[in-house]
């Protein structure tokens, strides 16, 4: 495959959106098998009953749900092509569901149990959700992988978690076939797998280089690879996927952050973690406002994970897509169970505060400065992983892509 093919997302030509083709590929889903949707609201018993948020503005996330995934299956086409029921006397009443929780406001924050079905009826997620399907759906404002991972381990249901759902996801990251995501990503995991550390180069538009150093121990690499094949091997799958990943034992340097509006600071790094941030450019307010919470509870800014996307896809808007692009990096701060780590939510001063946080770094998300290079060392090994958002010749190498 020519290189410029496989480098422009403009130049790759994606399959239309398939529900029974996604839910195939990741799941194979057996015959009978029970399917249930998540979603969130702040006010869930008010939006779900009736399905009183379909069709309202404010809820483009929820009603992709409702369009694009339970209309398909709660109708029974879809469901009796993936095997979700008899092909015969299909009750949609007992094979699919919706169902809405309160939203959380924090990436990968546990659930509250309580949740509502579309009569308005108030259930519980331990008791009438999580052990009664095969396949729980999490299609949410906020990321719900954590949680669900720890529950999926308990009562034996696998899943998917697609936050932030919109067209753009639609037409490309779900789009794909996940046999040859899972394939190119594990390429990309045995290229970096027991690596002893990863230092990395921004540079700021002032000329000044920033270099953060992460331990890894020779660890093995993970993957997030959106297979989730196996009724009986419980597992979440956090789609769009396509990621090699480590959960670092160290790190320590310099890095830019990129907050919410706009402000740009540096961020120094000690034992692993976030100690203070300086002002680049922006509002001191936004930084007093971090150095505040990282004194009030440190946890917030422990380095949980280094993340690498393994895929061409177009921008979205929604990291849980765009980190996912080869040549981007990412690193996040907070807990990280659900990825092996060891930092839990019962170790954070403040529930709302144990989060997963992603920092994308990649060239629409942070113009203001840029990933110069990204080494890895591995033994006497030392590889050029990434250069200026740019896949080395290492990995394309390894990718089978030149």
Known sequence: MPRTTILDPAKRAFPPFSLTGLLGSVFEPTQGCKVCILIDFDDPQTWI????????????????????????????????????????AFSPQENVALFAYRCTHGSNLDLKDEAWNTDGQQLSLERDIYPNFDLILCISTFSATAPLTEKCKIHGFRGATMHGLNDVIL?????????????????????????????????????????????????????????????????????????????????????????????????????RNIIRSSLIEGKQSTIDEHNQRLTDDPMTGTIGELGFGTQVLPVSGQDIQDEKVLGTCHLATG??????????????????????????????????FNIQQVRMKRGDQEEIIIEDFRPSEYILNAMGVV
């Open 171 to 271: 037409e490309s990251g779900l789009a794909v076939n996940y046999d040859d995501v899972s394939s190119d990503a594990e390429k990309v995991r045995q290229a970096m797998t027991e690596a002893d550390a990863i230092e990395i180069d921004f540079g700021l538009e002032d000329g000044r280089v920033l270099t953060a150093w992460l331990g890894l121990e020779q660890q093995a690499a993970q993957k997030s690879h959106g297979l989730c094949k196996g009724k009986d091997k419980p597992d979440i799958a956090n789609l769009p996927a396509g990621e090699v990943y480590f959960v670092p034992t160290d790190a320590r340097g310099q890095f830019p952050m990129k907050y919410e509006d706009g402000t740009l600071g540096v961020l120094d790094v000690e034992d």
């Open 49 to 88: 009953t009736d399905y009183a948020f379909v069709g309202k503005e404010g809820f483009e996330v929820q009603n992709k749900a409702y369009d694009e995934f339970f209309q398909p299956l709660e109708n029974g086409p879809a469901s009796r092509q993936l095997g979700f029921a008899p092909v015969s």
């Open 335 to 368: 807990r990280d169970d659900h990825l092996g780590g060891d930092i839990i939510p019962s170790m954070f001063k403040k529930h709302e505060n144990s989060t997963h946080d992603d920092i994308l770094f990649a060239p629409h998300k942070t113009p203001n």
